[in-house]
């Protein structure tokens, strides 16, 4: 299968700071990526799709003004949380499509 | 749009036995299904998938079925060990001969294999 990674694997944040994660496809080029948010024992939440050389395309009630997405490559899609807040403590998980979805092993982001 | 209904949300069994998770989804023209496993903090993982041409699909110890009339497809895992213990999901979407698609996700069945 295709991999996937993620960085970082964990960040603690002060609240009204922004992060960055960062998902790279390492052995093939995604057009498509993309990412999602998981909140503990429950399922996977599409935030939003992006699109290499494009703006990427949010689902509904998710703030794209607070959730920053750029995929300026292929290989390399970005997630930035701005201001973050508490609330926003979540593992935020990213995916590159292929013939399937191949996901990252996710970020647990935790805002102070 | 989509409705993806997985049950059980628990599943227990002894080391050994064999272990069933089944999923509806409401949307005909779906034509994907992939399976993933997630462990404890980490990224789900594809472990099988299947296409709507075909029935049933098999990869060692785990296999999937689909019918498509009833629309449902479930995961069996046979023999299981306590390696297999951890979050699994179906999916499914359309658009599944490439290119990029949207899967919607089961709500997930933990899956706990006792020594």
């Known amino acids: 299968g295709a991999v996937v990674s993620q960085h970082p694997s964990r960040v603690i944040c002060k609240s009204g700071t922004s992060v960055k994660i960062e998902c790279r496809s390492l052995d093939f080029q995604a057009t498509t990526m993309f990412w999602y948010r998981q909140f503990p024992k429950q399922s996977l939440m599409l935030m939003a799709t992006s699109n290499e050389g494009s703006k990427a395309t949010y689902e509904q009630g998710v703030e794209k003004d607070k959730f920053l997405i750029n995929h300026a490559s292929l290989t390399l899609s970005t997630l930035t949380v701005t201001s973050a807040h508490p609330e926003d403590s979540s593992f935020y998980i990213c995916?590159?499509?292929?013939?399937?979805?191949?996901f990252g092993p996710g970020t647990r982001l935790t805002v102070l | 749009g989509e409705n993806v209904e997985q049950h059980p949300s628990t599943l227990s069994v002894q080391e050994g036995d064999s272990a069933v998770i089944k999923c509806t989804y409401s949307?005909?023209?779906?034509?994907?299904f992939p399976w993933y496993k997630q462990e404890l903090g980490k990224g789900p993982q594809l472990i099988i998938d299947i296409r709507s041409n075909v029935g049933e699909k098999k990869d060692q110890r785990i296999a999937v079925t689909l019918n498509k009339t009833a629309k449902h497809f479930s995961l069996h895992i046979t023999e299981t060990q306590p390696e297999d213990s951890a979050v699994y999901f179906c999916a499914a979407s359309k658009g599944a001969t490439g290119g990029s698609y949207i899967p919607t996700f089961g709500r997930g069945t933990s899956l706990i294999v006792h020594p």
């Open positions: 995916s590159a499509s292929r013939d399937t979805q191949y």
């Open positions: 949307d005909s023209a779906s034509n994907y």
